[in-house]
């Protein structure tokens, strides 16, 4: 499988990117949004997904979009990724002008608050919700 860094792997099948959807925390972001989802095999190296939209620009654009994601998943995510985790990052159109050193913050910043919310359970993680409207 091919790799971002060292013990990162890149996922490549769309049957991942839906689970990683489907079960994942999500943490929004002006530049990324980040799926998180904990696969449960610590064992299993952890890996890292990217999704361009067409909504967001053309080909150059959206492959350039994904080299800047890939260079700043292997300074913020992998020293910090978690074994037998997904990541996936949804790239957002403000990717392309950004300073690449506030890329690299806002996702480290996302992958913090990710592994908190991943953290808590999810029984806190309903609990922390709105109640829904009457």
């Known amino acids: 499988m091919p790799k971002v860094a060292d013990g990162l792997d890149v996922m490549r099948r769309r049957a991942d990117f839906v689970a990683a959807t489907r079960d994942a925390v999500k943490i929004g972001g002006p530049l990324v949004g980040l799926q998180m989802r904990d696969r449960g095999d610590p064992a299993a190296p952890p890996r890292?997904?990217?999704?361009?939209?067409?909504?967001?620009g053309g080909a150059v654009e959206r492959n350039r979009m994904k080299r800047r994601l890939r260079v700043a998943a292997r300074l913020a995510i992998a020293p910090s990724a978690r074994p037998g985790c997904d990541y996936v990052l949804v790239a957002r159109r403000a990717v392309l002008d950004a300073e690449f050193a506030r890329i690299v913050r806002d996702l480290g910043d996302a992958l913090r608050r990710a592994h908190g919310r991943a953290d808590r359970g999810p029984s806190d993680r309903a609990s922390a919700a709105p109640p829904p409207p009457a």
């Open 48 to 56: 890292v997904g990217f999704t361009v939209t067409k909504r967001v």
